[in-house]
């Protein structure tokens, strides 16, 4: 603190320096003789308002928050405008006052004040330039120093001045840009911050080899967004691999500053998906800055990234809460290093334990509560179903009413696509948690909607969360195959972790906003569904990620359909049939008012399920599912269970 408050002393001292030697050589320059010394004798009478005037003026437009090392030309504009301001003002001066009331004739004069604005855009401009000059030297002959890995830097143009200046900076250790490859034709034989444009990304082999021959042999691959999602993107990964060369992607861009962007593997997950859906971070952050924020199940692949998005976006504190103990101790390391003023704590609790549990709420007292504690694999649930009901509706059942009795602002339920007209364990139990939670908030709504709001969320496959088909058929293919399918025909929706992640807090702004403004109606949204894009095929998946790898499907890895497990059905679908649909007006989201039987009914099926369970009783059980979700069948065949729905189709039901 004390070497940032001594740097910026130092700055407001040369700024305030410079405007006197500037007025001080514009009277030199243009005067001589008497005329000097007069002026120069009566200068400090001006200077003492002058320089003050000048320092406010500094101060407004931000040059003493900008660092030198990055002086730019939005730094430039702004030294262009305060200079043409004191300027104005000397002529303002000169021509009302000087010339008028105190001496008598023009002390400074139009071309001294010419003079001045000249020589005081160099004097503020020209040491910041030079300073910016004199470290991205240092740091050019510091990458040559320490044997940097030469790269290739991929990417539009705008993208690619952005990973240079931060290579620039010293932000990516140990990296030297010897070359860029453009999506566009019309940037060869250019340059950017001296690099040049060697070809286009079809390119690639023959700059690595013309490179080769003036003996610079390229190591790296820095893929920036638009190379990733370039049509062109495939195939450059798997050329890539065939070379040996490890690619890199620029992630950060969206974020302020150079100092967050960061360099990270290239995976097949980067390449799978359509572009995701645009963010409003403003809304997020006005929705969870300075709230306190609990997350259930927070050490898991979707609560985790919940726990570090909720720190980025301002909470006031955050607490994680985990059964896991690794999975506790792992995600707080995690957003310890963080740099977020969130104050984070975390504590191990089991969403079963309900007195644990509300003791939880009442200590910590949260405004905003996400439930993603869950178990969530299929096969495991229909083997160990008594576990599934005990977790998935009991503890989201504990968590609700902790919820509602401490006065938590809003819950929301992670839930699943496969809680639609479910045909397993896990979409039965997620579908029995979302019903309860709806027949809470619709007596929130009936009490005129100043009680605690509860919504589920929905969602398909997350790409590299545990227990994600991704993972697995990388693992296949690294061992040699061979990638394993159940059906030939078995579709998928996918989203990033990120992506489900944002979309999930964008829901519960959506779902707070409108709670506030409930009538006592009782028919507002309380499922949310996020849209995924066209389902993708399976076994087009597992061609598409050989030969990514660089090998050839059904000639150097096999495909082996396996069969369809258990619970599992080929298609998933996003609304139930009788579920009326509405738009947010959101990009990425949409929403439906509820259809669920009253508290009293529920409370009487979970009373009959909680006996089942606990003597293990499973056709007792499955009698109680069948009673409360009508479409629930456990004779039914899963392969013939639910229709393909895309997020367009769905859309096109909307009203």
């Not at 809470?440 to 790409?463: H, P, Q």
């Amino acid at each position: 603190m004390a070497q940032l408050l001594a740097k910026k002393t130092l700055i407001i001292a040369h700024d305030l320096g410079a405007t006197i030697l500037a007025v001080v050589l514009a009277f030199i320059v243009r005067f001589e003789g008497p005329q000097l010394g007069e002026r120069l004798a009566l200068l400090p009478h001006v200077l003492v308002v002058f320089v003050p005037l000048a320092a406010v003026t500094y101060w407004y437009f931000g040059l003493y928050r900008s660092r030198w090392r990055f002086a730019s030309l939005p730094d430039l504009s702004n030294i262009f405008k305060a200079v043409t301001i004191l300027a104005l003002a000397l002529l303002v001066g000169d021509y009302v006052l000087a010339s008028s009331r105190f001496y008598g004739y023009f002390f400074f004069g139009k071309i001294t004040i010419a003079l001045y604005w000249v020589l005081q855009m160099f004097l503020l401009g020209g040491p910041r330039l030079a300073w910016r000059y004199l470290k991205y030297a240092q740091s050019r002959h510091s990458i040559e120093r320490q044997d940097a890995t030469a790269s290739l830097v991929l990417g539009r143009s705008a993208e690619v001045e952005v990973a240079l200046r931060a290579i620039e900076s010293g932000a990516f250790s140990k990296i030297a840009a010897k070359g860029i490859l453009s999506p566009r034709e019309s940037d060869l034989d250019q340059a950017i911050r001296g690099v040049p444009v060697l070809g286009t990304f079809v390119e690639l082999e023959q700059v690595i080899a013309d490179l080769a021959e003036r003996g610079i042999n390229v190591r790296r691959l820095v893929m920036t967004p638009s190379a990733i999602n370039a049509p062109e993107a495939d195939a450059l990964l798997a050329r890539a691999r065939r070379l040996g060369l490890p690619l890199s992607r620029l992630q950060g861009l969206d974020e302020e500053g150079l100092r967050d962007l960061t360099l990270a593997p290239v995976d097949i997950e980067d390449l799978l998906l359509r572009p995701t859906v645009e963010i409003d971070k403003a809304r997020l952050a006005r929705f969870i800055r300075g709230k306190r924020v609990l997350v259930t199940g927070g050490g898991g692949s979707i609560g985790s990234e919940i726990c570090a998005r909720v720190a980025a976006f301002g909470a006031d504190a955050l607490y994680v809460l985990e059964s896991s103990e690794p999975a506790l101790h792992a995600v707080t390391e995690q957003l310890a290093v963080l740099d977020a003023p969130t104050r984070i704590e975390g504590g191990i609790a089991d969403v079963r334990d309900r007195e644990r549990i509300e003791h939880l709420f009442r200590q910590f007292a949260p405004d905003v509560v996400f439930h993603a504690a869950a178990l969530k694999h299929v096969p495991y649930l229909e083997q160990d179903w008594s576990e599934g009901i005990k977790t998935n509706v009991f503890g989201s059942v504990n968590v609700a009413d902790a919820a509602v009795a401490t006065g938590v602002r809003a819950l929301v339920m992670i839930s699943t696509d496969k809680a639609i007209e479910p045909v397993s364990m896990l979409g039965t139990t997620k579908r029995l948690a979302e019903m309860y939670a709806q027949a809470l908030d619709a007596e929130t709504a009936a009490n005129g909607g100043s009680g605690t709001r509860l919504i589920a969320v929905r969602f398909g496959n997350v790409l590299g969360s545990v227990g994600s088909v991704v993972p697995k058929f990388k693992a296949q293919i690294a061992r040699g195959g061979p990638v394993t399918v159940t059906h030939p025909d078995m579709v998928r929706y996918f989203m990033t972790v990120r992506e489900a992640a944002d979309l999930v807090l964008t829901a519960a702004s959506h779902a707070d906003a409108e709670g506030r403004m409930a009538t006592g109606a009782g028919r507002r949204a309380a499922v949310y569904v996020l849209k995924m894009g066209q389902p993708v095929r399976i076994y087009d998946l597992a061609q598409r990620m050989i030969r990514l790898a660089g090998f050839e499907p059904g000639v150097d890895i096999d495909i082996a359909i396996t069969g369809v497990r258990p619970g599992e059905r080929l298609h998933e679908i996003l609304f139930a049939r009788e579920e009326p649909m509405t738009e947010t007006g959101i990009d990425g989201v949409m929403a439906a008012e509820p259809v669920f039987a009253d508290k009293a009914r529920i409370a009487g099926w979970l009373a009959r399920l909680e006996k089942a369970a606990r003597t293990y009783d499973r056709a007792s059980a499955e009698a109680v599912m069948a009673e409360a979700i009508p479409e629930f069948s456990r004779r039914q065949p899963p392969a013939a269970a639910g229709l393909p729905v895309s997020s367009e189709a769905v859309a096109s039901r909307a009203p």
